[in-house]
C-alpha cells in the first residue's frame, strides 16, 4: 500500500508507528513537500491479514527511520504487530514453560536455568514459534545433567544427544 | 497524478521487499536439496503420511540423504510415525537442527511440538475470522520452517501435504516449479475422482507430476500369505498420469506406523517389495526429469560443459555400501 499527496503528487513516507491498541494499530504518513500527515488506522481484520504474512510494518529502526511506541523501544527490529499477537505457539508449550516440571509425580517449580550471552544468540536463530517449546528442552536436557546454565557446550551436547 | 507504480517503495515498511527476502531465504535454505517431491491426494485418508515416510525409508536404505516436511500443520503424524513426538529443536550456529529418526531420516513434524490432545491455534486480533486469514498464516509458517531448519545437503526432501485439491495446488503455488508432485490414491472411484480433480488443477502449473500410486490396493492377508481385494469398484477415472505402483494394506504396517517402529522388519514382505518397487520408480522419474532438464539445458547452452549433467545424478552417500547397491525387485502386482 502506498500513499499519495495530492497536492504535491508526492509519495507520502512513513513516520511512525504508534502502540498497538485493540488489534489496531497507527501508522502516520507525512508528505516530503508539505509535511501535512495522515494516519492509517487498521481494523483488527485488517490488523490480522497482514500479520498473517509474516511482514514487519513500520520503519526497520535499524536502518535509521523512527517509531513511537514501547513495543519497537524494546525489540527495535520487531513488528509492532508481534507484540500485539503472539506467535503462532502451541499454547501448552508456551513462553515461560509452565507445563515443565510439572508432571505427575513432581513437586514444585522447576530449578532455574541460566543462559549465557552465545546460547541465547543461538536460541535467536530458532523461529519465535519454536522457540519457546525449544528452551523448555534444552533447558530440562540441562538439568538432567545437572547443569543450572546452557551455554554453546550443553547445546552441542543437545545437538549430539538427539542425532541431529 | 502519480499512479502506484509511479512510485518507488512503500514510504517505510517495505513489505513487498520483505516478502520478497523471505523466498530467498527459502530458496538459500534449499539449496543443497537435490530434488523437492511433494507427495500429495486431494483426498485425505489414503495413506499419503504412511507412503511418504516409508518411501523415504526406502530411499534412506539406498544411502540417499533424505528429510521430510510434515506439512499437514493441522493433522500432523509424522512425528509419531518417525519416531520423533519428544524431538527437542536444537539451535545450531545459524539455523535449528533437524530432528532424525534412527535411520538417518531428517523429520520436521508439528506433532513434535503439539501433543495430540491439542489442536494448532494461532492468537487472533480477528476472533471467528480465521477463515480470512488463515491459509496464509500456515503458509507464512511452512516460510519460516523452510527458511530456519538446516536441511543441508539432501538427495529429496519430501513434503507430506494436506488433504485438499485446493491445498495441493496452493503448495505448487508455494513450492515453486522445483518441486514435482507424487500423488496417492485407493482403489475407490470416490479417491480417484478427487485424485482426478488434482490432477487437472496441478497440470495447469509448471510442476512436474511423476505420477501416481495406487495405495490400500488389496490387502495383505498373512494366513494366507496372498493379497486379497479389498475395494470392488470399477475403475474409470484415468488419472492419466503414471502409475509408479500399487502397494497392499497390510494391517502389521498399520501397527508398526502407531509406534513408531523401523519398517526394516517388513522389508521382505509384499508390502516391503511394493515400497521398494514404487521407490526405485520414483527414482527412475526423478532422474529422468533430471536428465531431461540438463540435456535440455545443455541444448539451450551448447558452450556448457557436458559434467553438469553428471553432476544431477542421485548418488548415495555411502559409497560402496550394501544398501547402495542392492538390487531392487519389483513390488507384486494386486491382480484384477
Request: overall charge negative; some cysteine; glycine content about 10%.
Amino acid at each position: 500500500m502506498k500513499f499519495l499527496c495530492i497536492p504535491c503528487d508526492s509519495p507520502m513516507k512513513l513516520q511512525a508507528v504508534g502502540p498497538p491498541e485493540g488489534g489496531s494499530l497507527s501508522v502516520v504518513y507525512s508528505c516530503p513537500e508539505c509535511g501535512y500527515e495522515m494516519a492509517m488506522l487498521t481494523n483488527a481484520y485488517e490488523t490480522q491479514i497482514v500479520q498473517s504474512l509474516g511482514v514487519r510494518i513500520g520503519p526497520d529502526i535499524g536502518a535509521g527511520a523512527s517509531s513511537t511506541g514501547s513495543t519497537s523501544a524494546a525489540e527495535p527490529t520487531k513488528c509492532p504487530f508481534s507484540a500485539m499477537l503472539p506467535p503462532a505457539t502451541p499454547k501448552p508449550l508456551g513462553e515461560g514453560g509452565e507445563t515443565e516440571g510439572a508432571r505427575p509425580g513432581q513437586a514444585g517449580e522447576p530449578i532455574p536455568v541460566r543462559w549465557t550471552a552465545a546460547a541465547e544468540a543461538r536460541l535467536a536463530n530458532v523461529p519465535e514459534f519454536v522457540r519457546p517449546m525449544a528452551r523448555t528442552g534444552i533447558e530440562r536436557f540441562a538439568r538432567e545433567r545437572g547443569a543450572l546454565e546452557v551455554d554453546e557446550k550443553i547445546l552441542d551436547a543437545a545437538r549430539e544427544f538427539f542425532g541431529m | 497524478m502519480k499512479r502506484y507504480h509511479d512510485i518507488v517503495g512503500d514510504g517505510g515498511s517495505g513489505v513487498l521487499e520483505q516478502v520478497a527476502e523471505q523466498r530467498t531465504r527459502i530458496t538459500d535454505g534449499l539449496a543443497g536439496v537435490r530434488h523437492l517431491v511433494a507427495v500429495g491426494s486431494g483426498k485425505g485418508g489414503v495413506g499419503k503420511s504412511t507412503l511418504t515416510l516409508h518411501l523415504a525409508g526406502a530411499l534412506r536404505a539406498r544411502g540417499l540423504r533424505v528429510a521430510i516436511l510434515d506439512a499437514d500443520f493441522n493433522g500432523p503424524s509424522q512425528a509419531r510415525m518417525a519416531g520423533v513426538q519428544g524431538a527437542v529443536f536444537v539451535p545450531g550456529d545459524h539455523k535449528v537442527a533437524l530432528p532424525r529418526t534412527r535411520n538417518g531420516i531428517g523429520v520436521f513434524s508439528m506433532g513434535s511440538m503439539i501433543p495430540e490432545s491439542e489442536a494448532l491455534e494461532f492468537e487472533s486480533t480477528a476472533d471467528g475470522e480465521s477463515h480470512t486469514w488463515r491459509a496464509t498464516k500456515e503458509f507464512a509458517l511452512l516460510g519460516e520452517i523452510l527458511a530456519s531448519f538446516e536441511w543441508g545437503a539432501l538427495d529429496l526432501l519430501m513434503f507430506d501435504l494436506p488433504p485438499g485439491a485446493e491445498r495441493t495446488v496452493q503448495y505448487a503455488d508455494f513450492l515453486g516449479p522445483r518441486t514435482s508432485f507424487l500423488l496417492v490414491t485407493i482403489p475407490s472411484e470416490v479417491a480417484r475422482g478427487v485424485v482426478a480433480r488434482s490432477v487437472a488443477a496441478l497440470s495447469k502449473g509448471p510442476n512436474r507430476l511423476l505420477g501416481y500410486v495406487e495405495n490400500m490396493s488389496g490387502y495383505y492377508c498373512r494366513d494366507c500369505n496372498a493379497i486379497k481385494p479389498l475395494f470392488v469398484s470399477p475403475e474409470t477415472t484415468n488419472l492419466e498420469i503414471p502409475c509408479l505402483g500399487t502397494v497392499p494394506f497390510d494391517p502389521e504396517l498399520a501397527r508398526l506406523c502407531d509406534r513408531g517402529i523401523d519398517l526394516a522388519e517388513l522389508r521382505e514382505t509384499p508390502v516391503g517389495r511394493a515400497l521398494e518397487h514404487v521407490a526405485q520408480q520414483l527414482l527412475d522419474s526423478l532422474e529422468s526429469t533430471t536428465s531431461a532438464s540438463a540435456h535440455a539445458a545443455q541444448e539451450l547452452r551448447p558452450d556448457r560443459p557436458a559434467s553438469a549433467h553428471g553432476s544431477s545424478e542421485l548418488r548415495p552417500d555411502r559409497p560402496g555400501s550394501a544398501h547402495a547397491s542392492r538390487e531392487v525387485r519389483a513390488g507384486r502386482e494386486h491382480p484384477r
